[in-house]
């Protein structure tokens, strides 16, 4: 049986907690949904940000919704080269230990002690999804994707929830490595 999963490609955003929400745009302030994001009850939000670090800056960073426990930049290898943080490889949530950037919004700023990472290549599981196709959460997996430039892809992490719908995610930098773009598919090879 092919193992056939939809590609997300990953640009660089951020998840902030309601109290940098509100440092950042004002008291009492909610994000606005932009667009839904192929998670359920996840969205980019129209608000954006300024990431300030040591080296550049990224003046608009989109914000994705709703807020979180944890405020978290994810960003590409390269972008953490432009702005001068050197972003760890981490599974999303894991931000024990990383390097910290400042951002800034139209009311204010706030200085992150950790949270900038380069996302870990995942694939979001339904429940369902893995049990019929015998994966359990955590478990590393490689997805191979074809085209001119194809690859195969290690340690991609499966992440099982029933909150979630399945999508494979990839950072910018994987996705122009291997010619890969939003909605494409590739293949649990296992």
Do not use: C
Not at 89 to 105: A, F, L, M, Q
Request: charged fraction near 25%.
């Amino acid at each position: 049986m092919n193992k056939i999963v939809p590609v997300g490609v990953s640009g660089r955003h951020i998840h902030l907690t309601q109290e940098h929400i509100e440092a950042l745009f004002g008291e009492g302030y909610q994000l606005t949904e932009f667009k839904a994001l192929s998670q359920p009850g996840q969205f980019a939000a129209n608000e954006q940000v300024a990431v300030i670090g040591p080296k550049g800056e990224f003046s608009k960073v989109r914000i994705l919704g709703p807020a979180r426990p944890a405020s978290q930049l994810e960003i590409s290898r390269t972008d953490s080269f432009v702005i001068g943080v050197p972003a760890p490889v981490r599974e999303s949530g894991k931000i024990d230990g990383t390097p910290g950037v400042k951002v800034k919004g139209p009311k204010g700023e706030v200085e992150l002690e950790q949270g900038v990472i380069v996302a870990a290549r995942h694939i979001h599981f339904h429940t369902s999804d893995a049990a019929k196709w015998g994966i359990a959460d955590k478990q590393l997996l490689k997805v191979r994707v074809g085209g001119e430039r194809g690859v195969v892809f290690e340690n991609v992490i499966a992440r099982v929830s029933d909150s979630f719908a399945l999508d494979m995610h990839i950072d910018t930098d994987e996705a122009n490595a291997a010619g890969v773009k939003n909605g494409d598919s590739a293949e649990i090879v296992e």
